[in-house]
């Protein structure tokens, strides 16, 4: 496929191929989760000394990305587990939030710095994924199956 025949798609103002270009780039997504964790379990706190934001609000942002990070690290790595089916519709409001910034920064600085562009394009990623019918969750958890039984065999080969 050639550029031309590229899809895009639009995600609150910043246009992204389709897939996103960082779909796959589970590791890096998984990092991009975690940089979002800390940043609200930095920054919050002093949101709410300032009166700038109530608490109760900082705790459910902060447990939604804390969910966030600990499925993205599951599907980049297959330790631990993956979110809660019911805790999905949150994620994917708190990124659709996220975009949304991004693009208000970009709008701001009159276009994007690559770190800016490369954020967007994880966050959009990891929207993508949470998609309704992507199957992304069950294809990863069939992966690790396949992961741990190849481990297996090559150590019962090696033990032979």
């Known amino acids: 496929m050639t550029w031309a025949e590229q899809e895009f798609r639009v995600w609150h103002g910043i246009q992204s191929p389709e897939p996103p270009a960082a779909a796959f ?3 890096e997504i998984r990092q991009m989760a975690q940089r979002m964790l800390e940043t609200r379990r930095t920054r919050f706190p002093q949101l709410v000394a300032k009166g700038r934001m109530a608490p109760a609000d900082a705790e459910a942002q902060i447990a939604v990305f804390a ?14 587990a993956p979110a809660e089916a019911e805790q999905i519709p949150a994620m994917r409001e708190a990124l659709d939030q996220s975009i949304a910034t991004i693009a208000e920064i970009a709008r701001e600085d ?3 710095s690559a770190e800016l562009a490369a954020q967007a394009e994880w966050v959009i ?6 998609e309704p019918g992507r199957r992304t969750r069950a294809c990863r958890a069939q992966t690790f199956v396949l992961w741990r ?3 297996a065999e090559k150590e019962a080969r090696r033990a032979a």
């Open 110 to 112: 009159r276009g994007f």
């Open 67 to 80: 969910a966030l990070a600990a499925e993205w690290h599951w599907m980049a790595t297959g330790e631990g």
């Open 125 to 130: 990623a990891m929207a993508w994924h949470l």
């Open 25 to 27: 780039d589970y590791a």
């Open 149 to 151: 039984e190849l481990a």
